[in-house]
């Protein structure tokens, strides 16, 4: 049954719930605590301190039934125990969700004190990570944590895919249809037909494989300001540590004229439109593309020219 569903039936039909008496709750605890046996060869159970580990059902405890989310202190709980996290607190009008009595400034100090002797492992555990943390630890490392997933680096749409590079590789491929190609050398031709249309949209977005590692090329036309400019810039599939590796350049030219630029790709972490605001790729102003154009300036046609290396 929904939270939303539940909340309205108490509502019609109110309904006082005693607290628990001390000893059931304290045996609730008790029999909710695995001991855990460390074996030698295994180096996750070797990792874990003699604190238990919470099953499920104190975990659960432990969870704002407003927003689902995990409750951190101060822990609000009302007259009869049943709790809320701080942040819905004001969103239920200080009215509690369960039983529809007063919330007031009631602290559950209990409950803070269970979550503290807590170890959880990490939830991307099913990433590969095989930490366990305190709980009041754990969320600030979930924030940091290596294995947590990445975002779909398609900026042409507002796409909610997440997953490990080889899945996100495959999703671009599939799903976007994004030309994938091997190899630290590209040669790209844009054209496009009207190019006083300046959009903020993607012209195109294209993988390359090297050196056992994804990069995502970005090209695109936006306004800077008042101003129309096109931009190209490297991105890399995996963390900022790992970016750091690798360099790019790319060129931009014709006329006997030309424009270069050189970098370091940046980490798909940082999303494409925080990559683009900060202008960290080669700007081209619309003037200066036509001119690179040639012709009668009334279609644009752009050949970048670049490369990818790892630093020695």
């Avoid at 944590?145 to 997953?163: D, H, K, M, Q």
């Avoid at 190019?195 to 590692?213: D, I, K, R």
């Avoid at 424009?259 to 980490?267: A, D, H, I, K, L």
Wanted: hydrophobic content about 30%; aromatic content about 10%.
């Amino acid at each position: 049954m929904s939270a939303i569903t539940y909340y309205d039936d108490l509502r019609d039909n109110p309904e006082v719930i005693d607290p628990p008496q001390i000893e059931d709750a304290m045996d609730v605890i008790e029999h909710d605590y695995v001991h855990v046996h460390a074996h030698v060869h295994d180096p996750v159970q070797n990792a874990l301190k003699p604190n238990q580990l919470a099953t499920s059902s104190v975990r659960d405890l432990l969870d704002c039934p407003v927003c689902l989310n995990a409750m951190y202190p101060p822990i609000h709980q009302c007259s009869n125990g049943h709790t809320l996290c701080s942040t819905c607190k004001p969103r239920v009008h200080n009215r509690c969700p369960t039983c529809r009595h007063e919330l007031g400034n009631i602290r559950c100090l209990a409950l803070e004190k269970v979550a503290a002797s807590l170890e959880l492992p990490c939830k991307y555990q099913s990433y590969g990570c095989v930490g366990i943390y305190p709980y009041y630890s754990k969320l600030k490392h979930e924030s940091q944590c290596v294995f947590r997933p990445y975002n779909c680096p398609y900026a042409g749409s507002e796409c909610t895919v997440i997953g490990d590079i080889p899945h996100l590789v495959a999703h671009l491929k599939d799903g976007h249809k994004v030309d994938m190609h091997n190899g630290s050398t590209f040669n790209h031709r844009y054209v496009k037909s009207n190019p006083h249309e300046v959009e903020n949209a993607t012209w195109m977005l294209t993988v390359f494989s090297c050196y056992g590692q994804y990069f995502c090329l970005h090209f695109e036309a936006f306004q800077l300001g008042m101003a129309p400019v096109y931009i190209a810039f490297l991105r890399f599939m995996g963390d900022d540590d790992e970016a750091k590796n690798y360099s790019y350049s790319l060129e931009v030219g014709g006329n006997g004229r030309k424009m270069t630029w050189q970098g370091v790709p940046r980490s798909i972490r940082d999303s494409h439109r925080k990559v683009r605001d900060s202008f960290d790729g080669l700007i081209i102003q619309r003037n200066m593309a036509l001119f690179f154009s040639g012709g009668d300036r009334k279609e644009l046609k752009l050949r970048v020219t670049g490369k990818i290396w790892k630093e020695q």
